[in-house]
């Protein structure tokens, strides 16, 4: 049987039944998380509850547990659920009121839902690196609240994919912003570049990994935008996100990378992730 959370109660995934005028469903008046399950332990749970905080902070909505109260629920899911690899995703959104656009008083509640998804690792992309397609990024400016308003994602995502790619590189004008759903990085000269984390893209967890296992490992890294010329003719380009990891990127537009192949610094960085994924089988709960 398949459990789900539902403001903080479990019940079978048939019986959980949400208003029609949730303002979730009715506006996308809320906020989400994604977290990747390994070894049936949630990775890097605490950054996931401090972005999920400060999108609820950007937006004005109560939180309505503490990072101790989501782990011990998430933890509860995962375990009835028995899951071992794939992701659990939780939104809240502004709660069910008649519809209108101004906040309802504050009797309204949060509705909370979270539910577990089991998937394969993406091990052949991972291998052989995926294909991309530059869309123009005509999302809102506040990218950075991980909002359920997606339309400005999910467009682009299914351009992408109309034409065999597996994600679409945004820009805004000639600046590479991030991906559909995940960020972009390039390397040129050994030096690895994304967007620097403002308004313009969301902070992917996976990303700021990657940039601490970067430091970590003297590979420089620089938060910096750069051009859809410049991906064009950098050595490396790969992306990063919690469900698909770190791919390589090998083909933008019809045109190859580099050679065409997977490049070492983002082989490099698959390995130190890998690391980490690792070290979190071994971490024993108490
Ligand atoms: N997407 N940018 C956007 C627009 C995203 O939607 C995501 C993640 C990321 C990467 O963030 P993270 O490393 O924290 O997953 C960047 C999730 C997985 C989703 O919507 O399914």
């Not at 101790?68 to 509860?76: I, Q, V």
């Not at 993406?122 to 005509?138: Q, S, T």
């Not at 995940?182 to 620097?196: D, L, R």
Request: aromatic fraction near 8%; charged fraction near 25%; charge should be negative.
């Amino acid at each position: 049987m398949e459990w789900v959370l539902l403001n903080g109660e479990f019940f079978p995934r048939k019986e959980a039944k949400v208003d029609i005028e949730d303002r979730g469903y009715q506006f996308g008046d809320g906020i989400y998380e994604v977290i990747r399950v390994y070894h049936g332990k949630m990775f890097a749970v605490d950054q996931h509850l401090s972005r999920l905080q400060s999108s609820a902070e950007k937006i004005f909505l109560q939180n309505p547990y503490t990072n101790d109260e989501w782990k011990a629920l998430l933890e509860e899911l995962i375990d009835k659920n028995e899951l071992d690899g794939g992701s659990v995703y939780l939104q809240l959104t502004r709660g069910a009121s008649p519809r209108a656009h101004a906040f309802p008083d504050s009797s309204v509640l949060p509705v909370v839902v979270a539910y577990t998804k089991s998937f394969e690792r993406p091990d052949k992309e991972r291998k052989y690196g995926v294909k991309a397609l530059f869309v123009e990024d005509i999302r809102w400016l506040r990218c950075d609240i991980k909002s359920l308003n997606l339309l400005g994602n999910l467009l682009a995502k299914q351009k992408a994919a109309s034409e065999g790619c597996y994600e679409a590189v945004l820009h805004r004008g000639e600046t590479v912003t991030e991906g559909a759903s995940s960020n972009i990085f390039i390397v040129k000269n050994g030096v690895v570049q994304t967007h620097p984390a403002n308004n313009l893209i969301l902070n992917g967890i996976t990303r700021q990994v990657v940039i601490s296992l970067c430091q970590a490992n003297s590979i420089q890294v620089d938060e910096k935008p750069f051009t859809k010329q410049e991906l064009l003719q950098a050595d490396e380009v790969f992306l990063t996100s919690t469900t698909s990891e770190v791919l390589p990127v090998v083909e933008v537009n019809e045109k190859p990378v580099a050679d065409g192949k997977p490049g070492a610094v983002t082989l490099k960085i698959q390995e130190l992730l890998e690391k980490e994924i690792e070290a979190l089988s071994k971490i024993t709960e108490g």
